[in-house]
C-alpha cells in the first residue's frame, strides 16, 4: 500500500506544483502585475480548450504533428544508433567525425529549412528529416559514449565466454550502453519536436505548429496557449513512450 | 558421500609432470606506457595438477591479475607460452572459467539470467539452463534470491552470483582473481569453505588469486608465492594439510607453521613494495 502511494507521490506534487504556478500567474495577471495581453490567464486558456478542439480540428492535428515526431523518432533511432555503433567499432572514423557530428549537433539546423523544402516540397516528408536531422547527431554521440563506457570487466566476462562479436553487442555493450543511448534519444526527441512544430509554423503547414500561426495572427492569445499545451502534451506522451521502453529493455536499475 | 578417512594429497614429483592440466611457461609480460616500459610478470613458471587447488600470493600490484588475464587468454604475454592440456592457448580456452577481481554481475539481468548467462551463450534451451542455474545458485547459498537485480544485492551476495554464474558453465579449470577481497573475514571464511566444498564435490582444477595468507592455506594443496615489481616466482610452498578441510583448519599448529612461513617470505616483498611507493611518493613532491 504505501508502495504505490509512493510511487504516485512525484506525480502529485508535480501537478500540484503546475497548479500553484498557475494560481500564481493568475493572481499576478489579475492583479495588474502582468499585462493580460502579453500573457492569457489561466483560466482563459482553460476555456478556450473546448473551443479549439472542436473549432480547430485538434485530434487530426495533434496526430499529423505526432506522427511525424514518431516518424523521425524512428529514423534517429535508426541511424543515429547505428553510426554510434560504426564509430565506436572503428577507431579512424571516430577520430575522423566525431568532432564533426558534434558540431551538427550543435547548429541551428532550421535555417537551412529552404534547402529541404526544395528537395523534399511543401510536405510532411520536409517536416520529418528536419526533425531526424536536428535529433540525430546526439543519439549518435551518446550511443557512442555509452558504448565506450562499458566496463571493461563486463566485456572481458563476455571475452572469456567466447562471445561471438554479435553476441557481445547484442548481450553485452547494447544493454549496458542503453541508459546512455536513451538519454541520447531524449534529447534528440527534444530537438526533433522543436523543429517539426518551428517548421510546421514556418512554413505554414500541417499539425500544431500550423495552428498556433494561425491562433497567433488572429490574437487569439488563449486559443495559442492552449495549442501550445497540446505540444507539451506530444512531448509528454513520446516522453512516456521512452520511459516504458528503457525500462523493459533494460530492466533492474 | 564424502570419505571420513582423510586422505594424503599426493605429494609433488618433481620434474615431468604428465598429469598437469595447465603450464605456465616462463610468462613475461611487459607493458608500454607512455614514458616507461613496466615488467608486470618476470618469466612466471609453474603448473597445475588435475583436481589441485593452487594459489598465487603476493603484494598488491605484484602482477597477479596481469597474470591471471594471460592464464585467461584475454592478455597475450610478451613472451612465453600457456598451455591447456598441452596445447598452447591463443585467446580464451573453452576449459577455463574466469572470476573476475572486479565486480561483474549484468546489472540488467536477474541473479537467475546472471548465472544462466554462459549456458544462454552456449544456445542451451530456456528450461534446462534456468533449472540448472537454480541448482548452482543453491550451491552458493542465495536461494530466495533468483529473481532479484544486482543492485538489489549485498557486495558479497554479487560475488557469489559472479562465481555461481562461471560454476554454471562448468569449466574444467576454474580461475578466482581475489574473489572475497571485497568481503568481510567471516563471509569470506563461509564462502572459502563454499568454494572448497564445491571444487572437492566437482573435482574441480582451481587457481586462486589472493592477497590473503590465510585464506591461500585454508584452501590450497600449493601455495605459488609471487615478488614485488617485477612480479617474478618466489616459492613454491606445499600445504600438506588434510582434506577435506573446512575454515576450522586455521586453529591448528600446522597451519599456523605454514601462515608463518609464507608469511615470512611476503614480508620482505610487501616492504619493499611499501618503500617503493613511499620512494616515489618521495620523490614526486
Ligand atoms: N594495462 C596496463 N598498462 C600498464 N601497466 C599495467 C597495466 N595493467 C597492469 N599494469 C601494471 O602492472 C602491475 C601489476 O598489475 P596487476 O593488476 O597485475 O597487479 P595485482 O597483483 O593484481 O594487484 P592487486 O592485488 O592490487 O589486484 C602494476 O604495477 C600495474 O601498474
Ligand atoms: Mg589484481
Redesign the interface.
Known amino acids: 500500500m504505501s508502495i504505490s502511494r509512493a510511487d504516485h507521490a512525484p506525480a502529485l506534487v508535480g501537478a500540484a506544483t503546475l497548479l500553484g504556478l498557475f494560481a500564481l500567474l493568475e493572481l499576478a495577471i489579475r492583479a495588474g502585475l502582468v499585462d493580460r495581453y502579453v500573457v492569457p490567464p489561466p483560466s482563459d486558456v482553460v476555456a478556450s480548450f473546448a473551443r479549439i478542439v472542436t473549432e480547430e480540428d485538434i485530434p487530426h492535428r495533434f496526430a499529423q504533428t505526432a506522427l511525424e515526431g514518431l516518424g523521425a523518432a524512428v529514423l534517429i533511432a535508426l541511424v543515429g544508433i547505428p553510426a554510434g555503433l560504426l564509430l565506436y567499432r572503428h577507431m579512424v572514423l571516430r577520430v575522423a567525425v566525431q568532432s564533426w557530428v558534434a558540431a551538427l549537433a550543435a547548429a541551428p539546423l532550421v535555417l537551412a529549412y529552404p534547402l529541404f523544402l526544395v528537395i523534399f516540397g511543401r510536405s510532411a516528408m520536409t517536416i520529418v528529416m528536419m526533425g531526424f536531422i536536428s535529433g540525430v547527431a546526439p543519439v549518435t554521440l551518446k550511443t557512442l559514449e555509452g558504448l565506450s563506457a562499458t566496463?571493461r570487466?563486463?566485456i572481458?566476462?563476455g571475452?572469456?565466454?567466447?562471445?561471438t562479436p554479435a553476441?557481445q553487442f547484442r548481450?553485452?555493450l547494447l544493454?549496458?550502453a542503453?541508459p546512455t543511448i536513451f538519454v541520447g534519444l531524449r534529447l534528440g526527441l527534444v530537438f526533433a519536436l522543436i523543429n517539426i512544430v518551428g517548421l510546421e509554423f514556418l512554413i505554414n503547414f500541417g499539425g500544431l505548429g500550423q495552428l498556433i500561426n494561425e491562433l497567433a495572427e488572429r490574437y487569439d492569445l488563449a486559443g495559442t496557449y492552449a495549442a501550445i499545451a497540446f505540444v507539451v502534451l506530444v512531448s509528454v506522451l513520446f516522453f512516456l513512450a521512452l520511459e516504458r521502453t528503457e525500462r523493459w529493455l533494460?530492466?533492474?536499475? | 558421500m564424502s570419505d571420513p578417512t582423510v586422505v594424503p594429497w599426493p605429494r609433488p614429483v618433481s620434474a615431468a609432470r604428465p598429469e598437469s592440466v595447465l603450464t605456465v611457461d616462463d610468462i613475461l609480460v611487459r607493458f608500454q606506457t607512455r614514458d616507461a616500459s613496466v615488467t608486470a610478470v618476470d618469466r612466471m613458471t609453474f603448473d597445475v595438477r588435475h583436481g589441485e587447488f593452487i594459489s598465487v600470493i603476493g603484494p598488491s600490484g605484484c602482477g597477479k591479475s596481469t597474470l591471471f588475464n594471460v592464464i585467461g587468454g584475454l592478455i597475450t604475454p610478451t613472451s612465453g607460452l600457456v598451455t591447456v592440456a598441452g596445447e598452447p592457448i591463443r585467446g580464451p580456452h573453452p576449459a577455463i572459467g574466469m572470476v573476475f577481481q572486479e565486480e561483474s554481475t549484468f546489472p540488467w539481468r536477474t541473479v537467475l539470467d546472471n548465472v544462466a548467462f554462459p549456458l544462454e551463450v552456449r544456445g542451451v534451451s530456456r528450461r534446462v539452463r534456468l533449472e540448472k542455474a537454480r541448482d548452482v545458485v543453491a550451491m552458493v547459498g542465495l536461494t530466495g534470491f533468483e529473481g532479484h537485480y544486482p543492485s538489489e544485492l549485498s557486495g558479497g551476495m554479487r560475488q557469489r552470483v559472479s562465481i555461481a554464474r562461471t560454476l554454471a558453465s562448468e569449466p574444467k579449470i576454474l580461475l578466482m582473481d581475489e574473489p572475497f577481497a571485497a568481503l568481510d573475514e567471516q563471509t569470506r571464511l563461509l564462502l572459502g569453505d563454499k568454494v572448497l566444498q564445491i571444487q572437492q564435490t566437482l573435482k574441480q582444477t582451481t587457481l586462486l588469486i589472493t592477497h590473503s595468507i590465510t585464506e591461500a592455506v585454508q584452501l590450497s594443496d600449493r601455495v605459488v608465492v609471487m615478488s614485488y615489481r617485477p612480479g617474478r616466482l618466489k616459492r613454491i610452498v606445499d600445504i600438506d594439510l588434510p582434506h577435506p578441510r573446512t575454515s576450522e583448519i586455521m586453529t591448528s599448529d600446522a597451519f599456523g607453521h605454514y601462515v608463518a612461513e609464507i608469511w615470512g617470505d611476503l614480508r620482505d616483498e610487501a616492504s619493499r613494495g611499501m618503500a617503493e611507493a613511499e620512494a616515489s611518493r618521495g620523490a614526486r613532491t
Open positions: 566496463r570487466v563486463l572481458d566476462v571475452r572469456s565466454l567466447k562471445l553476441q548481450l553485452v544493454p549496458a542503453v533494460r530492466p533492474g536499475r
